[in-house]
Each structure stands twice: as C-alpha cells, then as structure tokens.
C-alpha cells in the first residue's frame, strides 16, 4: 500500500468517525452536528486529494516507463538489421 492510499484509507476512517460523533451530538442539538459534519467533508476532500496524487504519480510512472522502453528499442536496434557497408 503506497502512502498515498494510506492516507486516503485513513482519512476515510476518520471521516466516519467524525460523522458518526456528528450523528450523536444530533441527538442534542442539532448545530452540534455541524462541526463534525464539516470535519468529515474536509477529510473526505483530503481523501480525494490524495487518491488524485496517487492517480498522476501512477500516471508519470507509466509514462517514464514507456518512454524509457522506446527509447532503449532506438538505442539497442536488432544487431541483424544493422545497415550492411556497400563494399
């Protein structure tokens, strides 16, 4: 699990305890909830944050990848296709 997903997966967590305790203060009153409920949203968008970091590092990681095989197949040409000398 990479760090990025950690942190999703832990804010998720959060989120839910954070609505969970704003489901209890409701039982109150009801302007108790709106702190948790702001919480939640907030790690909620913290969560989406990252999984969109992980989504471009995976992305560039992929693209490097690709780049980096093409780029071998250009420099490493098939030694029987070497041009032969016109002796």
Do not use: K
Request: charged share 15%; net charge positive; glycine share 6%.
């Amino acid at each position: 699990m990479t760090p990025a997903r950690r942190t999703a997966a832990a804010c998720h967590l959060a989120a839910g305890i954070s609505t969970l305790s704003a489901g209890i203060a409701l039982a109150w009153h009801p302007w108790l909830a709106v702190p948790g409920l702001i919480g939640a949203a907030f790690l909620l968008w913290a969560a989406a944050s990252a999984r969109g970091a992980e989504q471009r590092r995976r992305a560039r990681h992929d693209h490097l990848t690709h780049a980096a095989a093409s780029d071998a197949a250009l420099l490493n040409p098939d030694p029987d296709q070497q041009p032969r000398s016109a002796a």
